[in-house]
């Protein structure tokens, strides 16, 4: 895995995924693969989160009944950024609980995550302006297989969106 990471261009960002990896690992992986950011994806407390270097941190949070934004305020001092998703994989939630998140946190950058595709992206850009999306299922024609058109689709809407940066 290593050989293709050194081969990322410039200007690339490497973020590895974990989920509920023990702290020593996910050291170990971060070093050997030289990954910019770590995006902790489990049940990870802010206790876990201290172990990296803040600037690294993306810590992804499902959005359950009941959430409230400030579930997320004891992260703050080690994180660098926050992922909001759904509960299961490819399902929307309801992108205003995602909107209450980034005006309370107006200076953390907002990742969205669950159910965007190309026909959503434009609604979910409008309601949460987030820092960034994360596409996985919902952009595939089976689990694990990307589906070009889909991504081109996905990432047309998105240049299309007036808020798009180029």
Same mark, same amino acid.
């Given at each position: @895995?290593?050989?293709? @990471?050194?081969?990322?261009?410039?200007?690339? &960002?490497? $973020?590895? $995924?974990?989920? &509920?990896?023990?702290? #020593?690992?996910?050291?170990? /992986?971060?070093?050997?693969?030289?990954?910019? *950011? !770590?995006?902790?994806?489990?049940?990870?407390?802010?206790?876990? *989160?201290?172990?990296?270097?803040?600037?690294?941190?993306?810590?992804? /949070?499902?959005?359950?009944?009941?959430?409230?934004?400030?579930?997320?305020?004891?992260?703050?001092?080690?994180? #660098?950024?926050?992922?909001?998703?759904?509960?299961?994989?490819?399902?929307?939630?309801?992108?205003?609980?995602?909107?209450?998140?980034?005006?309370?946190?107006? &200076?953390?950058?907002?990742?969205?995550?669950?159910? /965007?595709?190309?026909?959503?992206?434009?609604?979910?850009?409008? !309601?949460?302006?987030?820092?960034?999306?994360?596409? #996985? #299922?919902?952009?595939?024609?089976?689990?694990?297989?990307?589906?070009?058109?889909? $991504?081109?689709?996905?990432?047309?809407?998105?240049?299309?969106?007036?808020?798009?940066?180029?």
């Amino acid at each position: @895995m290593r050989s293709w @990471m050194e081969d990322l261009p410039p200007f690339v &960002d490497s $973020v590895g $995924v974990f989920v &509920d990896e023990k702290v #020593s690992q996910v050291k170990k /992986i971060s070093e050997l693969c030289r990954l910019t *950011c !770590i995006q902790l994806h489990g049940h990870e407390t802010p206790d876990y *989160c201290s172990e990296f270097p803040k600037e690294r941190v993306i810590k992804a /949070i499902r959005i359950q009944k009941g959430f409230k934004p400030a579930a997320i305020k004891p992260y703050l001092p080690y994180i #660098s950024g926050i992922l909001l998703d759904s509960p299961r994989s490819g399902e929307r939630f309801d992108w205003n609980i995602a909107r209450l998140v980034r005006e309370a946190y107006a &200076d953390l950058p907002l990742i969205l995550a669950g159910g /965007i595709t190309a026909d959503t992206v434009d609604e979910a850009v409008r !309601i949460v302006q987030p820092y960034a999306i994360d596409v #996985s #299922s919902s952009v595939e024609t089976s689990p694990g297989v990307k589906d070009p058109q889909k $991504v081109q689709d996905l990432i047309q809407r998105l240049h299309d969106h007036p808020s798009f940066i180029p």
